[in-house]
């Protein structure tokens, strides 16, 4: 069930005042706040990955690999290659310039 299913029932709930929906209201809500408490955990992990990410790169362009490879030790645990890649090509992407090739490979926006 998507996110916004649960929050229109919850709303509907609230708004309707169903009590007998009391029990199926906490559990959509409890699993809501846990949702949301996995995305916060993620948020902070990229944002602690952030700054080593950006200090390893340059003008030198670099693959995903051999930007992990340099930086793996330094990263927060559980930080993976994919994570790298996902901070470079999703988040990052105002900061970073991606140079299309057979292997993309990234720089340093200057």
């Known amino acids: 069930m998507k996110k916004a299913t649960m929050k229109s029932i919850v709303n509907y709930i609230d708004t309707n005042a169903i009590t007998e929906l009391a029990d199926v209201r906490a559990e959509i ?6 949702d949301e408490a996995k995305a916060q955990a993620n948020r902070d992990l990229y944002a602690e990955a952030t700054p080593i990410v950006l200090g390893a790169l340059s003008d ?18 559980g930080f993976t290659k994919g994570k790298v890649q996902y901070l470079i ?18 720089t340093l926006k200057a």
């Open 29 to 34: 809500v409890a699993e809501l706040a846990k």
């Open 60 to 77: 030198t362009p670099v693959t995903i690999g051999e930007l992990y490879d340099e930086i793996a030790n330094e990263l927060p645990e």
């Open 89 to 106: 090509t999703r988040v990052l992407t105002d900061k970073v310039t991606k140079i299309e090739g057979k292997v993309n490979t990234y």
